[in-house]
C-alpha cells in the first residue's frame, strides 16, 4: 500500500519536472513592451531593453501562476471530499 502510494506521488513528481524541463529549455522570443516603453527602452540599448522585456514578461505571468495554484488546490480538495 505504502509502496504503491509513494510510486503514485513520484510519477508526479517525475511528470512535472518532465514537463518544467520541457519548457524551461524553450527560447520564445516574445515582446510584451508597449510602443512608448520601446520607444524609450530602445534609446538606452539592447541590453537593457531585454532585461526591460523580461521583466514584463515575469510580472505577467505571476497572477497567472498564482490563480493556476490556487484553482489546482481548490480543484485537489473537491476531488478528495468526492
Given at each position: 500500500m505504502v509502496i504503491s502510494l509513494l510510486y503514485t506521488i513520484?510519477?508526479?513528481?517525475?511528470?512535472?519536472?518532465?514537463f518544467i524541463g520541457c519548457f524551461s529549455t524553450i527560447n520564445f522570443n516574445v515582446n510584451a513592451q508597449c510602443s512608448i516603453c520601446s520607444k524609450t527602452v530602445s534609446q538606452m540599448g539592447k541590453k537593457p531593453a531585454e532585461g526591460f522585456n523580461t521583466g514584463i514578461i515575469y510580472l505577467m505571468l505571476i497572477p497567472y501562476a498564482t490563480i493556476g495554484v490556487i484553482g489546482y488546490k481548490w480543484w485537489k480538495s473537491n476531488q478528495v471530499k468526492s
Open positions: 513520484m510519477k508526479k513528481l517525475f511528470l512535472i519536472l518532465i
